[in-house]
């Protein structure tokens, strides 16, 4: 497995940057540059960590915001790759909800929970609301900048041979254009599980935004830099692990890295 060494010694080397960091914020909390109150040692947050967890109200929060966030993504890839099939196949789409997409970009998450109160309500929906405006318009538009370069001749070759329609779009357009979509995909997620912790900052009883807004309103900054590291821990978590399998699958796929797990 050729792959198999230079892989482990980046896993090893970002390791050591994890445990650098964690020195060096050791250090900062041992000589005091920062009031502790406002800055907890490792040691604190691991402890409140640990509390929380006996005190059941971390793993409940962690499967509330997973859940949400795996409903709310799914709507918001559904949508954003169908805009995005438009946008790439139909200049008057694109032109028409490119400008649209890229002005909601510039919106932080945050920004769409007051809007998602007045039209949602408390309930769930305003969560999902959230999610899919944050995270819909990134993966529309790299759907559509992945269909885009297509080379022409494809989809004129598929045309000439009678496909269309729907054949035209998930048999060529779809498949050639993964790699970026795989990108939007990513860049979606991201963006989503921002939304989904903002949202739950504002409106929520179960969640991690909910323990973070709890630490805030008890001036407990160990249960707010732990939620933070949490929430930080899963993202690196599915990044590295389901993510990242599912972009050496396109990768090996497409013929730019060789299949390691046959032979």
């Given at each position: 497995m050729?792959?198999?060494?230079?892989?482990?010694?980046?896993?090893?080397?970002?390791?050591?940057?994890?445990?650098?960091?964690?020195?060096?914020w050791?250090?900062?909390?041992?000589?005091?540059?920062?009031?502790g109150?406002?800055?907890?040692?490792?040691?604190?947050?691991?402890?409140?960590?640990a509390e929380?967890?006996r005190?059941?109200?971390?793993?409940?929060?962690?499967?509330a915001s997973?859940?949400r966030?795996?409903?709310?993504f799914?709507?918001?890839?559904?949508?954003?790759?169908?805009?995005?099939?438009?946008?790439?196949l139909?200049?008057?789409?694109?032109?028409?909800?490119?400008s649209?997409?890229?002005?909601?970009q510039?919106?932080?998450?945050?920004?769409?929970?007051?809007?998602?109160?007045?039209?949602?309500?408390l309930?769930?929906?305003?969560?999902?609301?959230?999610?899919?405006m944050s995270s819909?318009?990134?993966m529309?538009?790299?759907?559509?900048?992945?269909?885009?370069?297509?080379?022409?001749?494809?989809?004129?070759a598929?045309?000439?041979?009678?496909?269309?329609?729907?054949?035209?779009?998930?048999r060529?357009?779809?498949?050639?254009a993964?790699?970026?979509?795989?990108?939007?995909?990513?860049?979606?997620?991201?963006l989503?599980?921002?939304?989904?912790?903002?949202?739950?900052?504002?409106?929520?009883s179960?969640?991690?935004?909910?323990?973070?807004?709890?630490?805030?309103?008890?001036?407990?900054a160990?249960?707010?830099?732990?939620?933070?590291?949490?929430?930080?821990f899963?993202?690196?978590?599915?990044?590295?692990?389901?993510?990242?399998?599912?972009?050496?699958?396109?990768?090996?796929?497409w013929?730019?890295?060789?299949?390691?797990?046959?032979?």
């Amino acid at each position: 497995m050729p792959e198999a060494r230079p892989l482990r010694s980046r896993n090893l080397a970002f390791l050591g940057f994890l445990l650098l960091l964690l020195v060096l914020w050791q250090a900062v909390w041992s000589v005091g540059l920062l009031p502790g109150y406002s800055l907890p040692s490792p040691a604190q947050v691991a402890v409140r960590l640990a509390e929380l967890a006996r005190d059941g109200a971390l793993w409940p929060s962690v499967q509330a915001s997973v859940v949400r966030m795996a409903l709310g993504f799914v709507l918001s890839a559904a949508l954003g790759l169908a805009l995005g099939l438009a946008m790439g196949l139909s200049t008057l789409a694109d032109s028409c909800l490119r400008s649209l997409f890229l002005g909601l970009q510039t919106l932080p998450s945050a920004a769409w929970v007051p809007i998602a109160l007045l039209l949602f309500g408390l309930g769930d929906a305003a969560i999902y609301f959230v999610i899919v405006m944050s995270s819909m318009a990134a993966m529309a538009i790299a759907t559509a900048d992945g269909i885009s370069h297509i080379p022409p001749h494809y989809l004129r070759a598929a045309r000439s041979l009678g496909t269309s329609g729907v054949a035209l779009s998930t048999r060529v357009a779809l498949p050639a254009a993964l790699p970026s979509i795989v990108t939007g995909i990513k860049l979606g997620w991201t963006l989503g599980w921002h939304g989904v912790v903002s949202a739950e900052l504002i409106k929520s009883s179960i969640g991690l935004g909910f323990l973070l807004h709890a630490g805030r309103e008890l001036n407990d900054a160990a249960q707010v830099v732990g939620i933070m590291l949490v929430t930080i821990f899963i993202g690196l978590v599915l990044d590295r692990v389901l993510f990242a399998w599912f972009e050496r699958r396109i990768r090996v796929r497409w013929g730019f890295a060789p299949d390691t797990s046959r032979g």
